[in-house]
């Protein structure tokens, strides 16, 4: 397929940063809403931010350095394991006092998220095989820097949002016994 | 377990893949990885209501 043979890497790496935007939307969506409807993320709802934070990192590297196979199983792997969480939290009895979004519970819009990541990434495996792997590094436009940027800043909300449930020095101490 | 440190490693994943260093932001995914499995080791510990 020549979808991208003009000028290779180019849409891809378009596409890449839609991607990474839309994760970023519903990395900071998620911690917005967990806190107003909970006022805390259950550990689960963590998890799940993890797997998206972890496949976004993925889409960061295909902006950055160019498309690559690495790149895109990272993506598909982290939301492997972010729609099994999602799956589990669909599969257990319904909290019946959890708020909606358009009909769904949170967590089933993460299980959507997660396969839509894995579903682009299996066609952009698909139709962006010419690109190849390489590490070197790429100018990056503004709209994928800014994007970048804006994934660190919503991943850094993540940590703030769980170190806020748990307590900073909460956290620190339940690390040090867990490595004693 | 530990809630915060995933999203630290993580965020320092991000940080090098911002610098276009490959290696070490692999490195530190897999790290975060290990640690997301972990974490849902200890917390998947209830049995699924699935009637097989």
């Known amino acids: ?180 | 377990m530990v809630m915060v440190f995933p999203f630290l490693t993580g965020a320092l994943a991000i940080c090098y893949g911002i610098l276009g260093k490959r290696p070490a932001c692999f490195a530190l995914w897999l790290l975060t990885l290990g640690l997301f499995a972990g974490w849902a080791c200890q917390h998947l510990d209830g049995p699924l209501p699935l009637a097989l």
């Open chain 1, 1 to 180: 397929m020549a979808l991208f043979l003009q000028n290779p890497g180019h849409g891809s790496r378009q596409l890449n940063a839609l991607s990474l935007f839309l994760v970023c939307a519903s990395l900071i969506f998620s911690l917005v809403w967990q806190g107003l409807a909970a006022g805390y993320a259950c550990p689960m709802c963590g998890l799940q931010r993890v797997a998206l934070m972890l496949s976004g990192v993925g889409l960061l590297l295909n902006i950055r350095l160019g498309p690559s196979p690495l790149h895109y199983a990272m993506t598909i792997s982290a939301s492997l394991g972010g729609a099994a969480i999602s799956g589990w939290l669909a599969l257990r009895p319904a909290d019946l006092g959890a708020r909606l979004l358009l009909g769904l519970h949170l967590y089933s819009w993460a299980f959507l998220v997660f396969a839509g990541l894995v579903a682009f990434s299996l066609l952009m495996l698909a139709l962006d095989r010419r690109w190849g792997d390489n590490a070197l590094k790429r100018p990056v436009s503004l709209p994928g820097a800014a994007v970048m940027v804006l994934f660190l800043v919503a991943a850094l909300a993540s940590a703030a949002g769980a170190s806020l449930d748990c307590g900073v020095t909460a956290c620190f101490k339940q690390l040090a016994f867990a490595l004693r």
